[in-house]
């Protein structure tokens, strides 16, 4: 394995900064680094900028994505952090990218497998965490002055749902692709019609929870929307509200899956009248990721 393989160069580090700084991290800190690299095709490259000035060639180039704001979100999990340089000697990162406002609010509001909503950072108030631009930095490398640990704006309930959300993103069973195509993607897009409307937005912001029940080869499904009574409250989202949005909900699905043999159930409530074997049968996935109509 080379230089790599046995990390030579941790004889001219200190043990116990090195031991402070790894008991330090956290998954869900933001760092300040200005650049992400990756591996890109000159044959086959997405953009002409990203070549510029590079030799043509190699079959296989590696790029400098200069990031805009200059921040990344450290994605590895809290069990790897800590471990010894050793034997993890890497941390995973993703950039945390501005998004226009609508773009934000959607996430915030459905949910998105590929983006999730951060706090404001640095003034900026529209960032999203993008997992889909993730690399990797050496644990040591953050012992430099030349790049800035910025804490992590979550509050432990809010990493909580971090660690979740990167749990479902990097190791959720995918839907079969009849599934997904025929159910999941017309109730994400009847979810994101209805949150057009001011009433039904606001009661989709207080679901916290969207999963859905399926059996391969059978027509029946259901999707199971739990809401946070805490949040119903303090946004005024009635009982009457939360009936006329299953309603709706349940009535746009069955246009949407009509002629595919599928049907699909709707149910919207609070978690303490949901059992927890109940929410386990169904498979969680983001209200926010439909593909286009």
Same mark, same amino acid.
């Given at each position: 394995?080379?230089?790599?393989?046995?990390?030579?160069?941790?004889?001219?580090?200190?043990?116990?900064?090195?031991?402070?700084?790894?008991?330090?991290? @956290?998954?869900?800190?933001?760092?300040?680094?200005?650049?992400?690299?990756?591996?890109?095709?000159?044959?086959?490259?997405?953009?002409?900028?990203?070549?510029?000035?590079?030799? @043509?060639?190699?079959?296989?180039?590696?790029?400098?994505?200069?990031?805009?704001?200059?921040?990344?979100?450290?994605?590895?999990? $809290?069990?790897?952090?800590?471990r010894p340089v050793e034997r993890e000697p890497y941390i995973q990162i993703a950039s945390l990218t501005e998004v226009e406002k609508d773009l934000y609010d959607e996430v915030s509001r459905l949910g998105s497998s590929r983006l999730y909503a951060y706090p404001p950072v640095d003034g900026v108030a529209t960032l999203v965490l993008d997992v889909r631009l993730v690399g990797t930095i050496e644990k040591p490398a953050l012992l430099s002055e030349g790049i800035a640990r910025l804490g992590c704006p979550l509050t432990?309930?809010?990493?909580?749902?971090?660690?979740?959300?990167?749990?479902?993103?990097?190791?959720?069973?995918?839907?079969?692709?009849?599934?997904?195509?025929?159910?999941?993607?017309?109730?994400?897009?009847?979810?994101?019609?209805?949150?057009?409307?001011?009433?039904?937005?606001? %009661?989709?912001?207080?679901?916290?929870?969207?999963?859905? @029940?399926?059996?391969?080869?059978?027509?029946?499904?259901?999707?199971?929307?739990?809401?946070?009574?805490?949040?119903?409250?303090?946004?005024?989202?009635?009982?009457?509200?939360?009936?006329?949005?299953?309603?709706?909900?349940?009535?746009?699905?069955?246009?949407?899956?009509?002629?595919?043999?599928?049907?699909?159930?709707?149910?919207?409530?609070?978690?303490?009248?949901?059992?927890?074997?109940?929410?386990? @049968?169904?498979?969680?996935? %983001?209200?926010? $990721? %439909?593909?286009?109509?």
């Amino acid at each position: 394995m080379g230089e790599v393989g046995s990390l030579a160069g941790l004889e001219r580090l200190d043990p116990k900064e090195l031991a402070l700084l790894l008991d330090s991290l @956290r998954q869900g800190e933001i760092l300040r680094v200005d650049k992400l690299p990756r591996l890109v095709s000159p044959e086959y490259a997405l953009t002409d900028e990203e070549l510029r000035g590079a030799p @043509r060639d190699d079959a296989v180039l590696t790029v400098e994505l200069p990031l805009d704001p200059a921040l990344v979100v450290v994605v590895s999990q $809290d069990c790897d952090l800590v471990r010894p340089v050793e034997r993890e000697p890497y941390i995973q990162i993703a950039s945390l990218t501005e998004v226009e406002k609508d773009l934000y609010d959607e996430v915030s509001r459905l949910g998105s497998s590929r983006l999730y909503a951060y706090p404001p950072v640095d003034g900026v108030a529209t960032l999203v965490l993008d997992v889909r631009l993730v690399g990797t930095i050496e644990k040591p490398a953050l012992l430099s002055e030349g790049i800035a640990r910025l804490g992590c704006p979550l509050t432990d309930p809010q990493r909580a749902m971090l660690r979740a959300w990167l749990g479902a993103r990097f190791a959720r069973v995918a839907f079969p692709d009849e599934i997904a195509e025929l159910v999941v993607a017309p109730i994400q897009r009847a979810s994101q019609k209805l949150a057009e409307d001011a009433n039904f937005k606001r %009661a989709l912001g207080t679901v916290y929870f969207a999963g859905l @029940r399926y059996t391969e080869g059978i027509g029946n499904c259901s999707l199971l929307l739990l809401v946070d009574s805490a949040a119903c409250h303090r946004v005024k989202v009635e009982e009457q509200l939360l009936q006329d949005l299953q309603k709706k909900l349940y009535g746009r699905i069955a246009n949407g899956v009509k002629d595919s043999g599928y049907s699909v159930a709707v149910t919207i409530a609070p978690a303490d009248e949901i059992s927890a074997a109940e929410m386990l @049968r169904h498979h969680q996935f %983001a209200l926010g $990721d %439909a593909p286009d109509a």
